[in-house]
């Protein structure tokens, strides 16, 4: 089991920034990917950015420019830097953990995190 524990959600006006944290800890070998997803309501859950089994990094064309994914591998910690912020970004934000274990494909979500931007 993997669990995955979000931060750094909140308000923010638009054009503003905020950085969500990841933080995971248990069966982390298991894992070779990890990023961020939102839904916001009445949409369904989309990728925003995520780094890839090969540790590329892939955006949503929407946030290209705008959002910065990074990590720190010793803390276990995946970040997003969200910068020049929309109305549009408002959403709930989830972390994201991808990997095997064995032929066992794994595939784990956190609580989320609320990501709200006023005109």
């Known amino acids: 089991q993997v669990q995955l524990v979000e931060s750094g959600g909140g308000s923010v006006q638009a054009g503003g920034s905020l950085r969500l944290s990841c933080a995971a800890s248990g069966s982390i070998a298991s894992i070779n990917g990890m990023g961020w997803y939102r839904q916001a309501p009445g949409k369904q859950r989309e990728l925003v950015a995520i780094?890839?089994?090969?540790?590329?990094?892939i955006y949503a064309d929407s946030v290209k420019g705008r959002f910065i994914i990074s990590r720190d591998t010793a803390k276990k910690t995946v970040y997003l830097q969200m910068n020049s912020l929309k109305p549009e970004d408002t959403a709930v934000y989830y972390c994201?953990?991808?990997?095997?274990?064995?032929?066992?494909?794994?595939?784990?979500w956190g609580q989320g995190t609320q990501v709200t931007v006023s005109s």
């Open positions: 994201n953990a991808k990997g095997y274990s064995g032929s066992a494909y794994l595939n784990y």
């Open positions: 780094f890839t089994s090969g540790g590329s990094t």
